[in-house]
Structures are given as structure tokens and as C-alpha cells.
RNA sequence: GCGUUCGUAGCUCAGCUGGAUAGAGCGCCGGACUUCGAAUCCGUAGGCCGAAGGUUCGAAUCCUUCCGAGCGCACCA
């Protein structure tokens, strides 16, 4: 909506500069492209021109070329509403904000949850591979970054119109998950989860760290377990039913948490059965010369000329790699699903790998190799330092949305709201995820970060139950209003009315947000929609605190602060779904 | 060593397709609840934007070098 504004003043002036510069020094066929920015304060304007390379041009002064380009465009018979004002060397425009306030109104009204998202990507599909967990272990607090990054890009791409489909591919085979089956043989006493009372993937997880501590004393503990997955690759009955049975534990455990993490996919995938591709593939592009052999059967692939240096595609004996089931699943999610876009959501330290991918998938010719996005991000420390596994650091995802929900809840009822907010339970766990993901997701995701676990609990200042408690109030005041004012309803909107700084502001910013979710979707960012919903709670905050809705001086003025708010609660909400945190109208 | 990501307030982070005095939160100190829920709001203090050069009318933002940190550099995944 503010764009185009923006758009219309900004040829105008663009045109209007043409003019003046090939009157003055004649045909210039390349000026350099208007910029438009927002001036730094309110009483400024809305929207500001910087004119100095222009003016260098000229060989004028900014200020008078700023105020030749408003004196000539203000003699227009017909020009956009809007005030133009020369501050210095910026051409400013301050718009009218009534009429973009009204229209703003009637399209939020209109376009309700749809507000914001646009059809930029209509007819594309989108893949966006995230989580992939080990089967040998339950979720910690660097999964959870994965997973808040992948369910908020996909949200994020739908509403951006694509098509999204969103994948999980569990690593269930492989050497390090022998490590917990071994260990299980050999100290468990059959215990299960049932009898045991231990969620499936913590009791597995249990015995991946027990082999770890038996490997150090047992030197042989490593060969046995490779001796382990080479009968697990025979296909041997007794190995298979360990294997089958231990698995079943973990995923019963991780659906369990995926649910309560309101994580979910459209599709799974098994690395048990993805493993072996690829290697036809990388056969057909030795054949085409693309890749080649050593001498000991070996095939690579030689990416120095982009500086990437040479890589092992399939081992001397024939079999595949990481790398080459990778390129294989590739290609097959092509063509069950031809895809425009295919993101993976890995962490930082596969940067490499992926760029191979992508090389070689390129090489063998599939022109949609340029559509394949690593959206990487970095570690996630504690204040302490990294995570360790070995001296059991690692913060468990269970445990951690566990301990948040209690202390959301020891908040409700240290504040006597048990009986207002209905099912606890169920808002003290959504108070956790909208802290949990907030935490996680305003951080630029390449970035490493660290997470204070006191910091993500402590639910004040910039924090995900900030915003839900800006939720929780307007839903209050919202019903308050219906029960009360009714008869208010049936007066106008007259934006008019809305002439306060921060109400000028607000309505700016809510006339921004299209804009955003397009950004973040272009840019594939979450955090711009976690910054911008930090700034609108912010500002509407301040603005309620200072000035009354309901008991406003006039009916009219409350009818158009209410439509202010409704506005305000429709994109807080929609932004909400962007970046898993939940709406509450009560905590 | 090579590649890559990054160095902004005491701490955690914004700002980076160059533009008007560098912003938040936490913490510190001080204010505001008979007023739409104080999980809130307001104010004070706190910065040679890692260092040095360069490009430019203008650099936290772009380029180079250096310093410092993370992560890669397996016929592991």
C-alpha cells in the first residue's frame, strides 16, 4: 500500500529531474536511479528524496534543487495527495495519511488473515527440507533453531503464494546408529520404553551414550560396531528386528515432541531407502566425461576451476557416499515433484557440501541445480560456551519446552489468571513456543548466537510473550468494546480523526507489512517479520498506554481508534503464523 | 595453510543493494498502577560500529590489507 505511494511520487520526481537536468546540461541518458528512504524523524515527512547527485550534476546545491523540484511539481494541476517539504538537501513527501488509512481499513477488513501475503510465487512449488534428526538420539536445542528456521520459511513462502512442500529425511542408518544398537545389546536387559517409563528416543539416546563411554575402555567397540552395520546392510534378520524395533522407539519419541513443537511435514523420508541412490547418476556423468576415474576405481569429481577443489563421488569399491545419495534424492524429488525452488535448512558447517552438491547436480546437466538454496545457519552456544555432548551440555529440546511451560505457567498463576485463561495447560505450552521461537528466529540466521535459557524465559522486554501480551490486551479491549459500546460500531470510520504522531505512525507501519512478508520470502529471512512485529508491538504499546480507546472524548474517536486496533490485532496475528508464535486472547 | 561466516553499548542482538544526530532488549539508576490486564509504559547513563588504508560530495554499510573468533578442508554423515 505504501509502496505505492512511494512508486507514484518517486517516477514523478524521477520525471520531473529528467526535465530539469537535460534543460540545463542537456541529454545525460543515464542519471543515476531515485533513491527513496524514510527520513529520520516523523515531522520530516514520510517518505525523503536524497537529491545530492543530481545537484552534483547541476553543479547546484541540493537544498535548491530540492526546492526547484517542489516548486515546479506543486504547480501541477494534478498530482498525488501528499505534501511535499524541502528539508535541506532531501526532497520529502508527507503523505496523506487519512486516505491511506482509510483505504488501509477497508483492505485489512477485506482481505482478514490474507492481508500481507501476495502471489508473487503463484504457481511455483517450493521444497524445504528441514530437521532430518538422528535416530539415535532425541531432539536438542540446535534441531529447534533447524526446525523454527524451516516451519517459518515454508509459512513464509506460502504466503508469498508458492506452493511449499516441506520434507524430513531421518537419518536411520549408518554406523552411528549401530553405536546405540550395540549398546542396547549389550547393557539394556530388554528394556523398553513401556517398561522403562522413558520416552522412546531418550531411552535410545540413553545407549548412544553408553557406547560412548564403553568405547573407551572397550577398544574394540568401534570395529564391532562397524561389523554391526555391515550386517545390518546383509540384511540380517536378528540385526534388522533390533534395528526396526529401536527405530520405532525413537520416532514414536520425536512425533511426540514434533507435535507438542507444532512442527510438521508433508512428507517423510528414509535414509534406509535413499542411501543407495545416486550412483547411477554419478555412473552416467562419468560416462559423459563430466567426472573420473582413479586408478583405484574411484570416481571424482575436479571443481577447481571454481575453486572447490576435487571430490570423492563414489569409493573404490563401488559404494556410495553422503554426497551421492544426496545428488540421487535430488534428482528423484525432481521428478516426483518438479520443483522451481528446493531449500535445505542444514547448519553452517555443511556450507561446503552443499556447494559441491549444487556444483555436481549442475554438471550432470539439470538445469533446476540453480534453484537449490542452502539456507544455512550458525551454532547455537551457551553462555558457557558450546554445547557438549561429552560433558552433557547439550540442552534437551523436551526438557527445555518443559521447563518454559512450567515457568509460564507459575506466571499465570503468580498473576491469578488461571481461571481468565481457561485451558492452562494449553497457554502456559504456547507461551513456551511463542518465547522459543522468537528467541530463535530474531537472530540472523547465519549468524551464530547464544541462547540464555534465562534470558528466553524472563518474558519481558523483546521476547515472544511481549507480543502475545500485546495480542492478549487488544483481544481484551476488542471484547470489552462489543460488550459495552456496541451502539459505537454503527458510526463511520473517519480516519481523519487519527491525526497523533504515533497514530500516523501505526498506520505507516501497518500499510509496511506486505512489504515485509515479500522481503522475507525474497530474501528467505524470518527474522525481518520477528524485527518488524518488535517494532509494531512497540509503538501500538506506547500508543495505548498514552492515549484511550474506549473512553476516547468522543464516540467517533473511538470508533476510529478501534478500527486502528483492529488493524493492528489482524496483522500481529497473520505476522504471528509467519514465525510459530501463538495467539493468545488471554494469557 | 586454504576456504568460508562473522567482529556494532557491560551482555544479547538490530541497522549493511552507501545518505540527515548509530538503535533496541537485558542489566544499572530514577519515575508511572482508585485510569482499556504493570508479562506494561516513560526517563538517565552507556559507542573513535575490531584496526589501518582506499573509493565517494557522503562509509557501520563497498574494496584492500591486517588482527581476532566460529565453522569447514574424510573413499564420515
Redesign the pocket.
Known amino acids: 500500500m505504501l509502496e505505492n505511494i512511494r512508486d507514484t511520487w518517486k517516477s514523478l520526481i524521477e520525471t520531473h529531474l529528467a526535465h530539469i537536468i537535460e534543460q540545463e546540461v542537456g541529454g545525460q541518458s543515464t542519471l543515476?536511479p531515485l533513491?527513496a528512504?524514510?527520513?529520520?524523524?516523523p515531522e520530516?515527512?514520510d517518505i525523503?528524496f536524497?537529491l545530492?547527485?543530481y545537484a552534483?550534476l547541476l553543479h547546484i546545491g541540493a537544498p535548491i534543487l530540492a526546492k526547484r523540484l517542489k516548486e515546479r511539481i506543486e504547480a501541477l494541476d494534478d498530482r498525488p495527495t501528499g505534501e511535499l517539504l524541502v528539508?535541506?538537501?532531501?526532497l520529502?513527501i508527507k503523505i496523506d495519511v487519512a486516505s491511506l488509512a482509510t483505504a488501509l481499513n477497508a483492505t485489512i477488513q477485506e482481505a482478514g488473515e490474507g492481508y500481507g501475503a501476495n502471489g508473487s510465487l503463484d504457481g511455483k512449488r517450493v521444497v524445504i527440507e528441514f530437521s532430518c534428526p538422528?535416530t539415535n538420539k532425541p531432539l536438542h536445542l540446535g534441531h529447534m533453531r533447524n526446525d523454527s528456521l524451516g516451519m517459518s520459511m515454508a509459512a513464509i513462502l506460502k504466503a508469498n503464494g508458492a506452493d511449499v512442500r516441506k520434507v524430513n529425511l531421518i537419518?536411520n542408518r549408518?554406523?552411528?546408529i549401530c553405536k546405540s544398537m550395540l549398546a542396547y545389546q549389550k547393557f539394556s536387559n530388554n528394556e523398553t520404553p513401556q517398561s522403562s517409563g522413558i520416552k522412546g528416543d531418550h531411552l535410545v539416546g540413553n545407549y548412544y551414550v553408553k557406547f560412548a563411554q564403553w568405547a573407551k575402555e572397550d577398544p574394540t567397540a568401534e570395529e564391532q560396531a562397524q561389523q554391526m552395520l555391515k550386517k545390518w546392510e546383509e540384511g540380517d534378520s536378528e540385526v534388522m528386528a533390533l534395528w526396526q524395533r529401536m527405530n520405532e522407539w525413537t520416532m514414536a519419541g520425536l512425533y511426540e515432541s514434533y507435535e507438542a513443537m507444532g512442527i510438521s511435514f508433508d512428507a517423510y523420508y528414509w535414509?534406509s531407502e535413499t542411501?543407495t541412490y545416486g550412483k547411477d547418476e554419478i555412473l552416467k556423468g562419468l560416462d559423459e566425461g563430466v567426472f573420473y576415474r582413479?586408478e583405484?576405481?574411484?570416481v571424482w569429481v575436479d571443481l577447481c576451476d571454481i575453486?572447490l577443489?576435487k571430490k570423492?563421488l563414489l569409493?573404490?569399491?563401488g559404494t556410495?557416499?553422503?554426497?551421492t545419495?544426496d545428488v540421487g534424492t535430488a534428482i528423484m524429488r525432481h521428478k516426483d515433484w518438479p520443483f522451481d525452488a528446493h531449500i535445505y535448512v542444514v547448519?553452517?558447517?555443511?556450507?561446503?557440501?552443499f556447494k559441491v552438491l549444487f556444483s555436481v547436480l549442475e554438471r550432470l546437466g539439470y538445469q533446476w541445480a540453480k534453484s537449490l538454496y542452502h539456507l544455512?545457519y550458525?551454532?547455537v552456544?551457551l553462555?558457557e560456551g558450546?554445547m557438549k555432548s561429552r560433558e552433557g551440555t547439550v540442552v534437551d529440546a523436551d526438557e527445555l519446552l518443559a521447563s518454559l511451560t512450567a515457568l509460564?505457567e507459575e506466571?499465570?498463576r503468580a498473576?491469578g489468571?488461571e481461571e481468565?485463561?481457561g485451558d492452562i495447560a494449553h497457554?502456559s505450552r504456547a507461551?513456551a513456543l511463542g518465547a522459543l521461537n522468537y528467541y530463535l528466529l530474531?537472530?540472523?540466521a547465519?549468524?551464530?548466537?547464544?541462547f540464555?535459557p534465562a534470558?528466553s524465559i524472563?518474558?519481558?522486554?523483546?521476547?515472544g510473550?511481549?507480543l502475545?501480551?500485546m495480542g492478549?490486551?487488544i483481544?481484551?479491549?476488542l471484547a470489552?468494546f462489543h460488550s459495552e459500546q456496541r451502539e459505537v460500531e454503527a458510526l463511520p470510520f473517519d480516519a481523519s480523526l487519527l491525526s497523533l504522531s504515533d497514530e500516523r505512525e501505526l498506520i505507516k507501519l501497518l500499510a509496511r507489512y506486505p512489504e515485509v512478508v515479500a522481503k522475507a520470502g525474497a530474501e528467505y529471512d524470518p527474522?525481518?517479520v520477528t524485527?518488524y512485529l518488535?517494532d509494531l508491538?512497540?509503538l501500538f504499546?506506547?500508543y495505548?498506554?498514552?492515549?484511550?480507546?474506549?473512553?476516547a472524548p468522543s464516540p467517533a474517536l473511538v470508533r476510529a481508534r478501534i478500527a486502528l486496533v483492529r488493524m493492528v490485532d489482524q496483522v500481529l496475528k497473520n505476522a504471528f503464523t509467519l514465525v510459530g508464535i501463538p495467539y493468545?486472547?488471554?494469557?
Do not use: C, W
Open positions: 543515476p533513491v528512504q524514510v527520513p529520520p524523524k520530516m515527512g525523503a536524497p545530492f547527485a552534483q528539508s535541506g538537501p532531501y520529502n538422528n537419518n549408518g554406523v552411528h535414509e542411501y582413479e583405484d576405481g574411484s575453486k577443489d570423492v569409493r573404490s569399491d556410495s557416499l553422503y554426497i545419495q547448519g553452517s558447517e555443511q556450507q561446503y557440501h544455512s550458525g551454532m552456544n553462555p558450546k509460564a506466571e499465570i498473576k489468571r481468565l485463561v497457554t507461551i530474531q537472530v540472523t547465519t549468524k551464530d548466537m547464544i540464555n534470558e524472563s518474558f519481558n522486554g523483546n521476547t510473550p511481549y502475545q501480551y492478549a490486551r483481544s481484551s479491549m470489552k527474522s525481518l524485527a518488535y508491538s512497540k504499546s506506547r495505548y498506554h498514552d492515549n484511550p480507546v474506549l473512553k493468545l486472547a488471554s494469557m
